[in-house]
C-alpha cells in the first residue's frame, strides 16, 4: 500500500525492496491512485460493504410467511417472532432486495431497538430453537450479535435507559398452548450494558412486560391489576416505575374493561400508542389506540380510526410521525404480507408501504436515526436495607365507596398491610396492622420487594375497603399514597399527617416467615 | 569587560531572564485562577501558619476558644472568622449587566410598546410595525413595572432599587418626576378614580402598596397588604385595585400557609378585602377579568407539609390560578398543569378586552399557556362546591379549559396584550428579547431583540439553570420556585432522605451566602457545588444531576446575588436606638455587670462582617423529632427579610427568638434584657 501511494522512503526500505525493477517516481506516482481506485472499485462491488445509514433507514422484524416449525412451541415469543424471523437493517428503504441481516447466526430474532448512541440496536434473539430467547446486542457497523443475557426461562422485550443500562422482561411467557407452565411470573429486570448481574426491578403478581423507557426517566410497562384474592386480570393495563423499580403507578387502563395492550410507545406530542386487542393474551396483532399524557385516564382514543388494516408494532418517529406494520385490507388492494408505512396524525388512508418485501411479513420497524436521550434519575434504593417505609395520607380518602358489613360512621380505624410472596405468592400473609390517626393518616415499615396489600378495617374490624396486592416497596423507599384508592393524578392536600409526628408502625416479620409455606 | 566576566555574565543575565519569565508565567497563571481558588489558597496558607502556631502558645489555643465560644475547637479553625471581607466577595463586585426585558405596556393606537430594562436602568420604545427600538430613555433604581396615563402622554415607572415612582414624558421621551413609595416597588396600575387619575404601586419588601395621586406625582397613602406584594390589577371603571402577594405565611409550623390578595379602594383609599389563597405563593400577577364578575391570580400551590416522598403527581408543588370574584369573598383555585407535564413558576397573566381568554406565563416552563375563560366559566357552572373546592389537585383538570400552550424562549415573565387583544407581547426575560404572538392563530409573528441573550457571561448562564424547571421532574419547579430570586419562600419543608417527618427544614435565603460556607442547616455541605450536586438531585429534582459546567454556572449565579435589602434608600439615619441594639449584640456583660460567657454572645457566632462563624452551633432549639443539637449558625445580612426564623421555622419572628422561643439564654444571653432593649436589639438587626 505505501508503495502505491509512492512513498519514497517506503520504496527505498529494505522490507518493500522487490526483486525486479523498482518503479520510478513518476510511475509511482500514476500507479499509485490507479491501484486505490481499483481497489476501491473491487471492495464496492465484491466485499461486504455496507451502506451508510440515513435518517430514512429502517430497522426492521422480518418473519417467514410461511412460519417454521418450532422445537420448542411454548413461548409467547415464538408466536410474534417464529424460526426464521430476523432483524435487518434497511439503508435504502426503496431498495427491499439491499438489506444487512443484523441477527446474523441466529435461528429467530425480533423486537430491535437502538441505542442512544445510534450505532447499537438490542433485540429478543434465539441461537437454537430448543433454546430460550434472550437479549442480544448488535451494531450497525455488522458484526455478530453478542447475547447479554442469560436468564431462565429467557428475556426479552429490552428497552435501554440512559445510565448505560437497559431493561427487559423476563422469563418470556408461555404460550397458552404451552405444555409446562411458566417458571416464574415475568418481571422487569435491568443489567449493565457492558455485563454484570441482573437487577430485577418488580415484584407483583402480575406479569410484566413491554417496558419501554419515557422522556422523563420512567419505565412504562404493562401489566395488570391483580383480584383482591390476588388472581391474574382479565385485562392489562399501563404502569410506570422508575428506573430502580420504585414508585410503582397505574398510568392508564386500569378501568377501561378487558383488553389486552401491548407494545406501548410514547411519542414526542404527550401521547401514549399502544396495541389494544380482545382479551385472554397477547395477541399477535390488534388496533392502535392512545392516550394523550395530559389526562391519560380520560383520553383513550382510537388513533388512526380510519385505518382497519391489523397493526403488528406502531413506533413514533422523530419527525412527529409513525411507523407502523400492516396488512392492508381495503376493498381496493390487499396484500399477502405485512408492510412498512408511514403514518401522520391525520392518516385517513395508507399510501404505498415505505418498505415491503413481498415474500416476508414486517412485523416490526423503527428508524435508524439516534433516539432522543431520556432524563435520568438516581436511585433511591438502598441495597443494605430489606425494608422500606410506607406512608398513607388519609386512608378515608377514596372514590370508591365502603364494602362490607353496614358501618354507622363509614370510617376507618385500622388499616391491615397483607404480603404476597414466597414459594406460593397467591398466599397472603397478614404483615399486622396499623392504627389511623385521627386525620386518617398511618405510617409503617414494611418488608421491601414483596407484594403488598391493604385492608381499610372498621374498630370491629370489618373490611371496608381493600386494595389488592397491586404494589411493591424496594428497600429503603419512602412511598406516599393520598387516599385509600383515591381517584388517579390526583396531588394531595397540604396538610402534615399526623402519623409523621410518631416513629412508624414496624411491620417486619422475620424474612424466612414470610417465605416458609404456612 | 574581560572573558572571563562576559562568561559569568551570560549565564547569569540568562538565568535571571529565564526567572522572570519563570516569574510572569507564574503570576499570569495565578490570575487567570478563579478567584476562589485562589482566596482558598490563600486562605489555606492562613491555616496551616495559624494551626501551626496553635500547638505552641496556650495564648493562641486560649483565642481560638474565645473567639469560636467552644471548648472543642478540633473543628474549628483560623478560617471560620479570618480571611473573608465583604468587599471581596462575588456580589460586591461589579457583574455585566444584560438587557433584560421585564415590565411591558402597549399604547392605547397598537403603534408603540415600552419595555423596562432594569438592569440598564432604561425604558425602551419598541415601534410595533417594525419591532425595531426608536428611543431609549435614562431612568435610575432599575426600572421595573410600567403603567400608561389613560391619555397616553405619560409613563409611570417603578424604581425597585429606588424605592420611587417616576414619570416619564413620552415627547420628549424623559423623566419628568418622581415620588418615593415603599421599599422595592414593583407592580404598578394607574386607574381613573372619583379622586382623579391614581396610581397603585406594590412595594415588595416594606410589604405595604402605596397609592399616588398623579397631579402632580405624590404618594398618599401606604395600606398594608400580605407578604411581598407584587402584582397590581385595576378594574376597568376604577372602582377597585387587587395587589398579589408574592410569599404566603405560615400561621404554625404545622398549618398551611396563605397568601393574601389585597382589595382596595383608590377612590377612598381603604382596604376591603383580604381573601386568603390557602397554600397558595408566588402570586406575582392578578387581573380582574372584563365582562365577568372575576379576578384572576397566578398562583403555585405548595405542598410544604406534604413530606417529600415523591415528586410525581404534584407532590411538591403544581401551578395554577385563584379565581376570586370581585369583592373577594370566595375562591376557586384551579390547576394549569397536566398529569405529566408542570408549567412551573407563573408570572406574567393578561386577559383579552373581551374577557374570552387568558394568557398565563409559565418563567420555569418557557411556555405561555392559553387558557379559554368560557369553557372555565362552564367548568365552573357545571361543578358543585366539592369538586371546586378540590379542584386544584385534580392534574387532568386542567385540558377542560386550557386552549393551548405557546413555546417562547428563556424565562417568559411579562405578558402585554395589545389594547385590541390582536398581538400578544411575551418578554423572555434571560434571552433579551420579546415575542410577539397574533392571538388569532397563536402563531410568532416577530421577535423585539433587545441584547445577545447573555450566553458568554456565566452568572448569566448560572441564572438560566436557576429560573429552569427543565431539571426537575416532569419540570415541576424550578431553584427559583423556591427562592423567589434567590431568596425565600418563607416555608418549611420535610425532605424524606433522613426519614419521613424528621428534621423539618426552613427554606434558608441563597442572597448573600457567598463566603458563609458551610451549607444546609446541618452544616454538611461545604460548598454551593455540594450543596447543588448528586444529592440535591436525588432527593428535590428527582432527575440527572447538574454536570460539573452547570454547577459552576450556577454557582456563580447564587454567589452574584446580594444580601436581601431591608431599608428604605432614604433610611440612612443611625438613630439612637440602633445604636442600642448594636451596643446589645456586643455585649460582653448584662446590664447589671454580670459577665456574658463568650459562647453565648451574639457576636461571637453572628461575628462579623458575614455574621456567622460558619460552624454549628447549639442554641437549644432542637424538637422532638429533629436528629442533632447543633445547626449551622446562619449569616444575619439581611436577617430582617427572611421570616420565619431558626432551623424549622419556627418563629415568625425576630421577636419570637426571644419571647416565644427563648431557650434559657443559650440562643445568646437575652433574659436580661428589658423589652425596650429587645426591641433596640432587633432595630439593630433590621439595619444589618
Known amino acids: 500500500m505505501k508503495a502505491a501511494l509512492g512513498h519514497r522512503g517506503a520504496l527505498n526500505g529494505p522490507a518493500w525492496q522487490p526483486a525486479g525493477r523498482v518503479p520510478s517516481r513518476r510511475q509511482a506516482r500514476i500507479l499509485g491512485p490507479a491501484f486505490l481506485a481499483v481497489a476501491l472499485v473491487l471492495s ?116 435501554w435507559l440512559p445510565n448505560g443500562r437497559f431493561v427487559y422482561s423476563s422469563p418470556v411467557p408461555r404460550s397458552a398452548t404451552a405444555a409446562h407452565p411458566a417458571p416464574a411470573v415475568p418481571a422487569l429486570f435491568t443489567q449493565s450494558i457492558t455485563g454484570g448481574p441482573p437487577a430485577r426491578l418488580t415484584h407483583g403478581l402480575v406479569a410484566a412486560t413491554d417496558p419501554t423507557v419515557l422522556a422523563d426517566g420512567r419505565i412504562l410497562f404493562v401489566s395488570g391489576v391483580p383480584t383482591a384474592e390476588g388472581s391474574a386480570p382479565a385485562a392489562t393495563s399501563l404502569f410506570t416505575i422508575n428506573n430502580d423499580g420504585t414508585e410503582i403507578t397505574p398510568y392508564a387502563g386500569q378501568h377501561d374493561g378487558p383488553t389486552a395492550t401491548r407494545r406501548p410507545r410514547e411519542t414526542r406530542d404527550g401521547r401514549i400508542l399502544f396495541l389494544s386487542s380482545g382479551a385472554g393474551g397477547p395477541a399477535l396483532q390488534g388496533r392502535i389506540e392512545q392516550v394523550l399524557a395530559a389526562r391519560p385516564y380520560r383520553s383513550r382514543s382510537v388513533a388512526f380510526p380510519q385505518i382497519a388494516a391489523p397493526c403488528r408494532a406502531v413506533e413514533p418517529t422523530d419527525d412527529g410521525n409513525f411507523l407502523a406494520t400492516l396488512r392492508e385490507t381495503g376493498p381496493d388492494r390487499v396484500l399477502a404480507t405485512f408492510a412498512v408505512y408511514r403514518l401522520s396524525a391525520g392518516t385517513v388512508r395508507l399510501g404505498t408501504p415505505v418498505f415491503d418485501d413481498p415474500t416476508r411479513n414486517e412485523v416490526e420497524a423503527i428508524s435508524a436515526t439516534r433516539p432522543v436521550r431520556p432524563l435520568g434519575r438516581l436511585s433511591n434504593v438502598d441495597p443494605t436495607r430489606t425494608d422500606a417505609t410506607l406512608l398513607c395520607l388519609d386512608a378515608h380518602l377514596s372514590d370508591r365507596p365502603v364494602q362490607g358489613p353496614n358501618n354507622p360512621t363509614n370510617r376507618g380505624t385500622h388499616l391491615r398491610v397483607v404480603a404476597y410472596g414466597g414459594p406460593t405468592p397467591n398466599v397472603p400473609r397478614i404483615l399486622g396492622e396499623v392504627r389511623l390517626q385521627s386525620d386518617g393518616s398511618a405510617m409503617a415499615m414494611v418488608p421491601a420487594d414483596l407484594p403488598l396489600a391493604i385492608e381499610l378495617l372498621d374498630a370491629d374490624r370489618n373490611i371496608l375497603r381493600r386494595c389488592p396486592p397491586a404494589f411493591w416497596l424496594r428497600p429503603g423507599e419512602n412511598r406516599s399514597c393520598v387516599g385509600c384508592h383515591e381517584p388517579h393524578n390526583r396531588a394531595p392536600e397540604n396538610n402534615r399527617p399526623l402519623a409523621v409526628r410518631e416513629p412508624p408502625v414496624k411491620l417486619l416479620p422475620a424474612r424466612s416467615d414470610l417465605t416458609q409455606s404456612p | ?377 362552564n367548568w365552573l357552572a357545571q361543578s358543585d362546591d366539592a369538586a371546586k373546592r378540590t379542584a386544584i389537585h385534580d392534574l387532568e383538570l386542567s385540558s377542560q379549559y386550557v386552549a393551548a400552550r405557546i413555546p417562547t424562549r428563556r424565562n417568559p415573565r411579562q405578558l402585554a396584550l395589545s389594547p385590541d387583544g390582536s ?143 431591608t431599608r428604605h434608600v432614604q433610611d440612612t439615619e443611625w438613630t439612637q436606638t440602633r445604636e442600642r441594639g448594636r451596643l446589645l449584640f456586643f455585649a460582653v456583660q448584662t446590664s447589671d455587670g454580670k459577665p456574658i460567657p463568650p459562647e453565648r454572645r451574639c457576636s461571637t457566632c453572628h461575628r462579623p462582617p458575614l455574621y456567622t462563624n460558619r460552624a454549628k452551633a447549639s442554641v437549644g432549639t432542637r424538637a422532638p423529632q429533629d436528629s442533632t443539637d447543633e445547626f449551622d449558625t446562619p449569616h444575619l445580612l439581611g436577617i430582617a427579610a427572611s421570616a420565619p426564623y431558626l432551623h424549622d421555622g ?39
Open chain 2, 1 to 377: 569587560m574581560n572573558r572571563r566576566g562576559k562568561r559569568l555574565r551570560t549565564p547569569l543575565i540568562t538565568a535571571a531572564i529565564g526567572l522572570a519569565v519563570v516569574a510572569i508565567v507564574v503570576a499570569m497563571a495565578w490570575r487567570s485562577t478563579p478567584l476562589k481558588f485562589r482566596r482558598t489558597t490563600r486562605i489555606r496558607v492562613l491555616d496551616v501558619i495559624g494551626m501551626a502556631g496553635l500547638g505552641l502558645p496556650k495564648r493562641d489555643i486560649d483565642h481560638v476558644r474565645e473567639k469560636s465560644g467552644m471548648q472543642d475547637i478540633s473543628n474549628v479553625s483560623c478560617r471560620n472568622c479570618h480571611g473573608e471581607t465583604t468587599n471581596a466577595l462575588p456580589w460586591a463586585k461589579p457583574h455585566p449587566r444584560h438587557p433584560s426585558p421585564a415590565g411591558l405596556v402597549v399604547t392605547r393606537d397598537n403603534s408603540r410598546l415600552y419595555v423596562a430594562l432594569p438592569e440598564l436602568d432604561e425604558i425602551a420604545e419598541v415601534k410595533i410595525d417594525t419591532l425595531r427600538v426608536l428611543r431609549r430613555a435614562h431612568v435610575a433604581g432599575e426600572p421595573t413595572g410600567l403603567a400608561l396615563h389613560p391619555d397616553g402622554s405619560s409613563l409611570f415607572v417603578t424604581c425597585r432599587s429606588g424605592d420611587r415612582v417616576a414619570r416619564l414624558d413620552l415627547d420628549p421621551f424623559t423623566e419628568a418626576e418622581s415620588a418615593f413609595v415603599g421599599i422595592a416597588p414593583v407592580g404598578i396600575g394607574c386607574l381613573k378614580t372619583t379622586n382623579g387619575i391614581q396610581l397603585v404601586v406594590a412595594n415588595t419588601i416594606s410589604d405595604d402598596a402605596s397609592i399616588l395621586r398623579t397631579a402632580p406625582l405624590q404618594e398618599t397613602v401606604r395600606l398594608t397588604t400580605g407578604r411581598e406584594p407584587y402584582g397590581v390589577g385595576v378594574s376597568s371603571d376604577g372602582s377597585r385595585a387587587y395587589v398579589s402577594a408574592r410569599l404566603a405565611e405560615m400561621p404554625g409550623i404545622d398549618r398551611p400557609p396563605a397568601s393574601e390578595l389585597t382589595v382596595i379602594d383608590p377612590g377612598r383609599q381603604r382596604v376591603l378585602a383580604r381573601p386568603r389563597l390557602i397554600s397558595a405563593h408566588l402570586s406575582e400577577a392578578t387581573v380582574p377579568v372584563p365582562s365577568r364578575s372575576w379576578v384572576l391570580t397566578a398562583m403555585v400551590r405548595v405542598r410544604n407539609l406534604v413530606p417529600i416522598t415523591q415528586v410525581a403527581r404534584g407532590w411538591v408543588m403544581t401551578s395554577g390560578l385563584a379565581i376570586t370574584d370581585t369583592e373577594g369573598n370566595n375562591v376557586v383555585q384551579v390547576p394549569i398543569d397536566e398529569a405529566n407535564r408542570y408549567f412551573a413558576d407563573p408570572a406574567g397573566l393578561v386577559v383579552d378586552p373581551e374577557g374570552h381568554r387568558a394568557y398565563l406565563a409559565s418563567g420555569g416552563g418557557d411556555t405561555v399557556s392559553v387558557i379559554d375563560l368560557d369553557r372555565l366559566a
Open chain 2, 650 to 688: 419556627r418563629a415568625k419572628s425576630l421577636e419570637e427568638l426571644w419571647t416565644l422561643y427563648q431557650t434559657n439564654d443559650l440562643h445568646g444571653v437575652s433574659s436580661y434584657m428589658s423589652k425596650q432593649q429587645l426591641n433596640e436589639l432587633v432595630e439593630y438587626l433590621k439595619t444589618l
Open chain 2, 423 to 565: 398581538r400578544l407581547f411575551i418578554a423572555e426575560r434571560l434571552q433579551d428579547s420579546i415575542l410577539v404572538i397574533n392571538t388569532t392563530n397563536l402563531a410568532a409573528v416577530g421577535r423585539v431583540v433587545l441584547g445577545d441573550g447573555g450566553e458568554s457571561d456565566p452568572i448569566r448562564r448560572g441564572e438560566r439553570l436557576f429560573t429552569w424547571a427543565g431539571k426537575t421532574f416532569q419540570g415541576q419547579f424550578s431553584c427559583r420556585s423556591c427562592h423567589p430570586d434567590g431568596h425565600v419562600d418563607g416555608l418549611n419543608y420535610d425532605f424524606d432522605g433522613d426519614g419521613i417527618g424528621d428534621n423539618l427544614l426552613d427554606n434558608r435565603s441563597l442572597q448573600g451566602v457567598a463566603g458563609t460556607w458551610p451549607f444546609k442547616w446541618s452544616g454538611k455541605n461545604p460548598s454551593l457545588k455540594v450543596q447543588c450536586g448528586p444529592r440535591f438531585a436525588k432527593v428535590l429534582m428527582r432527575t440527572d444531576p447538574f454536570d460539573g459546567e452547570q454547577l459552576d454556572n450556577l454557582t456563580h449565579f447564587v454567589e452574584s446575588m446580594p444580601p436581601p435589602r
Open chain 1, 44 to 159: 464496492t462491488a465484491c466485499g461486504p460493504a455496507r451502506p451508510a445509514v440515513s435518517d430514512a433507514s429502517l430497522i426492521v422484524t422480518q418473519t417467514p410467511i410461511e412460519a417454521g416449525v418450532h422445537e420448542n412451541p411454548g413461548d409467547a415469543l415464538d408466536l410474534l417472532y417464529p424460526a426464521g424471523s430476523r432483524v435487518v437493517l434497511v439503508p435504502q428503504p426503496d431498495r427491499p432486495d439491499r438489506v444487512i441481516v443484523l441477527s446474523q447466526g441466529l435461528r429467530a430474532a425480533g423486537g430491535p431497538v437502538l441505542g442512544p448512541d445510534g450505532r447499537d440496536v438490542l433485540f429478543a434473539g434465539k441461537a437454537e430453537m430448543s433454546q430460550a430467547w434472550q437479549v442480544y446486542r448488535a451494531g450497525l457497523a455488522g458484526g455478530i450479535p453478542k447475547p447479554l443475557t442469560s436468564q431462565p426461562g429467557g428475556a426479552m422485550a429490552a428497552s
